[in-house]
């Protein structure tokens, strides 16, 4: 690339906001090609902030996932301390991504949420509006969920001249499904062409600013919540460490870290059928991630609550 074409650079950096349970790691994920957060039916899965960065061509694109957005009196002490990196996502970015889950809408709870976050930029951010999930409705209400939204928006604000959609979407909001990878590429494109001028912030082949081992804690922390259902709370401590790395394979150590005794049963499970399960799928998850064979090794360690 020579000095003219680097004079032409992209980089944008762009919230991903939304309700809890909402889709937005998902979304993240679909972006980047290769999964880095973790993901579950269960609402507040993401309690850190995780910037997913995705080079094309001459543009970047700075992906911040975040914790889903609470109305105040829905916030436990955990969900306050996650909700101030959501905080922080929205003042950096020049672009919002606000996602609604266009299973279940709710406009009034978004509303709140949305003004919000315009609030709280000093200057005026770029808004773009996307109905997620896409994939769980039939087309004709899918269509009329995008009207109601658009409806929505222009009677709220009248002036929505800082809320964006692509070209040929005419009036209508984006809708989108990060599970099947519709309409991703399209929503990529809308934000390359909103993303402001400016010299790249990562290496081209750099896709997040999280070390391998702290994704490789959010992975393993997704399958012991996809197995334990609510039964293991949120505090669970992972701890990774790399044991060695080899060429074609990584081995990786775990400390699942419990604060109470009972929590022990449950991870291991009968003839520690649970705890198989759980390294087999979390292998599944970094071999993906690390592009090599895994080894993962897993203990179950009582620790003091802090
Ligand atoms: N059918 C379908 N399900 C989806 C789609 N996107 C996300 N989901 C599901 O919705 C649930 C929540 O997805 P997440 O990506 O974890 O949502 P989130 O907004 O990051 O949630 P929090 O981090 O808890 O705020 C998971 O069970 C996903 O599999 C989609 O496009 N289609
Ligand atoms: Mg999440």
Sequence with gaps: MNETQKDHRKC?????LGRPNAGKSTLLNAFIGRKIVGISRKPETTSHRILGVLTEG??????????GLLPEQQKSLRSRRSQGHAGTATMDADIILYLIDA?????????????????????QVKVVIV????????????????????EWLRDHWPDHHHFYQPPHQKSLPIFLSAKQKQSVQQLKELLITLAPTHPFLFSPDTITDKSDTFIAAELITEQIFRHTGAEIPYQT????????????????????????KSHKGIILG??????????????????NYFKCRVKLHLWVKLIKQG
Excluded: F
Excluded at 104 to 114: C, G, H, S, V
Excluded at 117 to 122: A, E, G, L, P, Y
Excluded at 270 to 287: A, F, P, T, V
């Design 237 to 260: 401590h992972i701890e990774v460490s790399e044991r060695n790395r080899k060429p074609g394979i990584i081995t990786l150590d775990c400390t699942i870290g419990i604060t109470k």
């Design 58 to 67: 001459n543009t970047q694109l700075l992906l911040l996932d975040t914790p």
């Design 131 to 150: 109905l997620s999930k896409a994939d769980t409705l039939k087309n004709h209400i899918l269509m009329t969920r995008a009207q109601q939204t658009h």
């Design 103 to 123: 299973r279940n809408l709710d406009l009034t709870k978004d509303i709140k949420t949305l003004q919000k976050v315009i609030d709280k930029k000093k200057q």
């Design 270 to 287: 009968q003839h520690g059928d649970m705890i198989k399960s759980i390294r087999e799928k979390s292998e599944e998850g970094l071999q």
């Design 12 to 16: 944008g950096t762009i919230g991903i």
